[in-house]
């Protein structure tokens, strides 16, 4: 195999509202970023997975979110993402990861204690054989542990050098408030950043994590912008395509979830979609980008066009008024 070299095109093809400010900070990601969730774990194709990494890079994807416990099984996408790090100019990506999920048996090995993350962080270093990664989040919020004690993990993290930001994620608009100022009291490393679920499906961000996030100064980047596929043209027709995320029993989409009702609401979004030139996943991507408190979308891949096919969302003409009203009707008809 011939030595990767990475497109010298990579930042001069893209417009320059690609890279957008993470809310009060002074870093800024690419507008699609690239989670690492559950196609890079030891089941998947060592040679897609570089390929993937390798072409979202020449398209200006800088940004590679993992987690402890990726995978399937937990810790491989950390193994696999570290095999393909030595082709990448280090200084020019954001890599991230998080601790807050199940990762071994036992009272330490889940949910907030400084025990529990500074170990996971320690462990996740040693998988991806970095010596930092840039942001290292919390999870999920712990109801049986001080949101005090989990900040200071974050913040321990950043002052011994094994990470650049500190965020948090799945945590609610209150919690998210909280959080934010019990750091600012207490002096500890201001957060940057806020991972939460939000697609065309899921709007419930709107008003309770993006208001939060905005008042305490944090970017938020959305997991599951196309809704695990369902906001693809993968479920338009009436059968489940037997290489689809639905069809895979590790997968956290179940069959049961394409109703008849959500397809019927699929191919009105899709006729939507293409009037505007765009796919469904394009226009769904487009759709989260359109609220200027959104840093960026997360997307997943299987494969290398997957991923090219999604950069292409930022290529379109913003949505329209009438657009956007003909969105609304459908997701809330």
């Known amino acids: 195999m011939a030595a990767y070299i990475p497109d010298l095109q990579r930042y001069t093809r893209r417009q320059p509202t690609w890279f957008r400010r993470c809310g009060r900070s ?16 030891e089941s998947s194709d060592a040679d897609v997975a570089r390929r993937i990494i390798h072409t ?9 979110d993992l987690a402890n416990n990726y995978g399937p099984p937990p810790g491989s996408a950390e193994s696999r ?13 954001i890599v991230s990861t998080k601790a807050g999920y199940l990762m071994w048996p036992g009272p330490y090995g889940e949910w907030g204690s400084r025990k529990y993350m500074l170990a996971s962080l320690d462990q996740s270093l040693k998988r991806l054989k970095l010596d930092y990664v840039d942001i290292f989040y919390h999870h999920r919020p712990d109801p049986d542990t ?49 991972q939460v679920h939000y697609n065309m499906l899921a709007r419930s961000p709107e008003t309770d994590v993006f208001p939060a996030a905005g008042d305490a100064g944090l970017g938020v980047i959305c997991f599951c912008p196309l809704a695990q596929g369902v906001l693809t043209d993968r479920y338009l027709g009436d059968d489940i395509p037997g290489d689809s995320r639905a069809a895979d029993p590790t997968s956290f989409l179940k069959p049961d979830r394409i109703t008849p009702q959500l397809r019927a609401q699929a191919q009105k979004l899709n006729d939507i979609a293409r009037q505007r030139g765009q796919t469904l996943a394009q226009m769904a991507l487009t759709w989260v980008l359109r609220d200027p408190r959104v840093t960026s979308a997360l ?4 494969k290398p066009q997957q991923v090219l096919d999604n950069v292409k969302a930022l290529d379109a003409a913003p949505l329209g008024e009438d657009e956007l009203k003909a969105i609304e009707c459908v997701l809330t008809g």
Request: glycine content about 10%; hydrophobic content about 45%; overall charge negative.
């Open 146 to 194: 001080p949101v005090e004690e989990s900040l200071s993990a974050l913040d321990t993290a950043v002052r011994q050098g094994k990470a650049i930001y500190a965020g948090i994620s799945n945590y609610n608009g209150r919690q998210t408030a909280l959080a934010a100022e019990k750091a600012k009291i207490a002096g500890m490393t201001p957060l940057l950043i806020h």
């Open 56 to 64: 979202a890079f020449d398209h200006g994807i800088t940004h590679f």
């Open 81 to 93: 993402f570290a095999d393909i790090l030595p082709d990448l100019p280090r200084d020019e990506i």
């Open 299 to 302: 997307i997943g891949a299987s």
């Open 26 to 41: 002074g870093l800024k990601l690419p507008a699609v970023s690239l989670g690492l969730w559950h196609n890079f774990g």
